[in-house]
């Protein structure tokens, strides 16, 4: 089938064109002059451009009709085989004016992976005059050796990616296709791993969209508390999202070969991308598309350790998927059929949507059971009259750290994003209220997921129990204010702002002096670091006069705990 701007054409110009299926190239050529001869004779005829997408063996796989100024590639679907891999497949069209190789070719050359891309200049007579074409060349795909190590964009501007090469005819074009383009493809399988090479962590292209730089810096820190090798990032600043791609059709062509030279699988975006969009950006680069609430719940995931985590982190997950399940992931696009199965029925993807709202449904049950077993539980310690101190914050202000240090516990403590997932909870002793209990929770986030929300009710609920909410806050962190305006905004959404804080300014040991008590004076808080546990005697007496205050005037308010 001839495709491509086909209307207009006359019954022997689809003939002619039909014939170009029959026509064999060998395969060190790349393209006979015959064939060569043949498209820009029609070309001259048509007065449009015309091409054929040929595989390896040379046989003419796809016939495309443009206009006179450019063509429409054919779908040539996903690429298959492993990441050393070409497609093997070059496309050779025509050029009614001679002119070079367009961005475009460069574009679908790159973002295709083809062997390659070539053009050929048609003469008044309709004879094949000069050919250029051009080839992902796998030297300029290398990264320097420093550059790989912190997985940061090259210092020094790459080398051209693609090797091009122009002769004045096809007789003078001096280039062995099959010896080319294998030794081509075997050194660029030597330099991305190879399909037998050992498997790799995952790695991936951490994409900016949004312009604030304190949000990107968030978003690399997310990926590698994840696990995720960071391979290379890249920054896009756009007013929105490109509505079919993500990103734009140029922005696409660096992305593939920064991900060819940095041996990326994977793209991480730092906002939430539409369903649609991400598909599409997926079958153009052959990169899984990660969104920002993707990852959060990924680290939930990899974080939850209690029967009650995991069970929110996959009611969150589920949630998320749901609108996003398309008919690739649920299996295949058909009816179901057989004995007791015929009639109009459910598709596969209706029984798969079918089958995530069952588990959703069942997961909201077991979750409210937890909350009903966690509201008693605050039930008896209401009874037994024991204050309840939790420790809120930004994720990574180091809540846990002052939770071990004021306890003398020995909870999990790492240098990443939501290291602590599941609640802990322990007693304190204060000189005058005696015996409290002192939680630490789920860090908070800007923008957390409202999936993700909604999945941790039963967790973030306990909350409102508290007496005081001590907000630790990383005081040396340059995004202080704004990530305490993000946790204060989160308080809002789950209603429990009336409840009375204590601001926490931790390691606070990398200010100095001046700046500490600066910081206390304007946010009414205590200066600690948790880690060298300086500033604890302060930090208790301080959240026990709170306390204090803060059951009295809860008691004035005529609210009872």
Known sequence: MIEGNTHGLQTSQRK???????????????????????????????????GVMLSREGAVKSVVVGDAHQLMLPDVGRLRGGSGRFRGLRWVHTHLRGEPLSIDDLN????????????????????????ELAHLDPAGLMVDDADEADGQSPATEPVEPFRKIRARDIHALDFD????????????????????????????????????????????????????????????????????TVVGRGKLQELVLEGMRRRATVAIFDVDLRPAPARAFEDATGLKAIDRTQLILDIFAQRAKSRDGKLQVELAQLKYSLPRLTEKDAGLSRLTGGIGGRGPGETVMEIGRRRIRDRIRSLEKQVEKLSKQRDLRRQRRRQARIPVLSIIGYTNAGKSTLLNAMTKSKVEVQDQLFMTLDPT????????????????????????????IAAFRA?????????????????????????????????????????????????????????????????????????????LPKLVAVAEQRLGDGRKLLRQEGVHR
């Open 16 to 50: 002619a064109l039909e014939r170009t299926f029959r026509r064999r190239v060998a395969k060190s050529e790349v393209v006979s002059p015959e064939l060569a001869r043949h498209l820009t004779a029609l070309s001259r005829e048509l007065g449009r451009q015309v």
């Open 425 to 452: 909870s322990r007693r304190l002793r204060f000189p005058r209220e005696g015996e409290v209990i002192i939680s630490d929770t789920v860090g908070f986030i800007a923008d957390l997921p409202p999936d993700l």
């Open 459 to 535: 967790t973030l609920e306990e909350l409102a129990d508290a007496d005081l909410l001590l907000h630790v806050v990383d005081s040396a962190d340059p995004h202080m204010e704004v990530k305490i305006a993000a946790v204060e905004k989160l308080l809002e959404e789950l209603s429990i702002e009336e409840i009375p804080q204590l601001m926490v300014l931790n390691k606070a040991d990398r200010l100095t002096p001046g700046e500490a008590e600066a910081l206390e004076v304007r946010h009414n808080a205590v200066a600690v670091s948790a880690l060298k546990r300086q500033g």
């Open 177 to 244: 296709f099959e010896l080319t383009i294998g030794a081509l493809e075997a050194e660029y399988s030597r330099l991305h791993g190879g399909s037998g090479a050992k498997k790799e962590e995952e790695r991936a292209l951490v994409i900016g969209l949004e312009p604030d730089d304190g949000h990107f810096a968030e978003m690399l820190e997310l990926v590698r508390s994840s696990g995720v090798a960071i391979a290379g990032t890249l920054r896009q600043r756009r007013r929105k999202q490109h509505p079919k």
């Open 108 to 131: 679908d050359l790159a973002l295709l992976r083809l062997d390659l891309v070539a053009a050929i200049e048609v003469l008044e007579d309709g004879g094949a005059g000069s050919i």
